[in-house]
């Protein structure tokens, strides 16, 4: 799964009008972060490698900076410590349902959203409020799943609600750690993202 723009492709980055960007505008805890609505969401195209038909979005977060916060991954250590990771996961699925409506016509393919194994103790609680109302939007949602920075969950166990609710998974960020061949082996994923260590390069390192 390789995702990169065509110019028959719409592509979705910072640079892109705002049409395809909407402000994440609900506040939540005042500790840390007073609020989130400085965030945006973007959709990114994903690819197939041999057509170069877009048949999937990925929803990435961007606005992380003018939270005080180094990067996505800071804001969401931020917010697990804050006890608001699961709040800030559904306002990301929300502004992903005010974004659709302005994507260019006839696309909607199938989304790629990421989910922090962080939020085990709220899994329900995220899924009930996001998952059904964008599978009733897009074709597929493809739930990412990876292993728990810190340990604490097993994302396994997530495998068949989702699948329950008629969702797809992905194994993300695959060779970033040996714990990901646990989540290849009992996840059964859709899709397998490798991490970007292990194909940079590919273009000139035929080993790779």
Do not use: Y
């Not at 929300?94 to 939020?119: I, K, T, W």
Request: proline share 6%.
């Amino acid at each position: 799964m390789v995702g990169f723009g065509l110019d028959r492709i719409p592509v979705v980055a910072d640079s892109r009008p705002p049409v395809f960007q909407t402000m994440c505008q609900m506040s939540f805890s005042p500790q840390p972060i007073e609020s989130f609505a400085s965030l945006t969401v973007v959709f990114q195209t994903i690819a197939d490698i041999h057509s170069g038909a877009c048949f999937g979005l990925e929803l990435l977060l961007r606005g992380w900076e003018s939270l005080g916060c180094a990067s996505a991954e800071d804001l969401l250590d931020t917010c697990h410590a804050a006890g608001t990771l699961a709040d800030l996961e559904i306002a990301v699925r929300a502004r992903a349902l005010e974004a659709v409506s302005q994507l260019p016509a006839g696309l909607c393919p199938m989304l790629f959203v990421n989910l922090d194994a962080r939020v085990a103790a709220d899994f329900n609680r995220v899924m009930t409020a996001s998952h059904v109302p964008l599978a009733a939007v897009f074709p597929e949602v493809v739930t990412e799943i990876s292993v728990s920075p810190d340990g604490s969950a097993d994302v396994t166990d997530w495998v068949h609600p989702i699948r329950r609710l008629g969702g797809m998974l992905a194994v993300d960020r695959f060779g970033a750690t040996a714990d990901s061949q646990h989540l290849l082996v009992h996840a059964d994923p859709d899709f397998v993202k490798i991490d970007r260590r292990l194909i940079d390069g590919v273009n000139t390192d035929a080993r790779k």
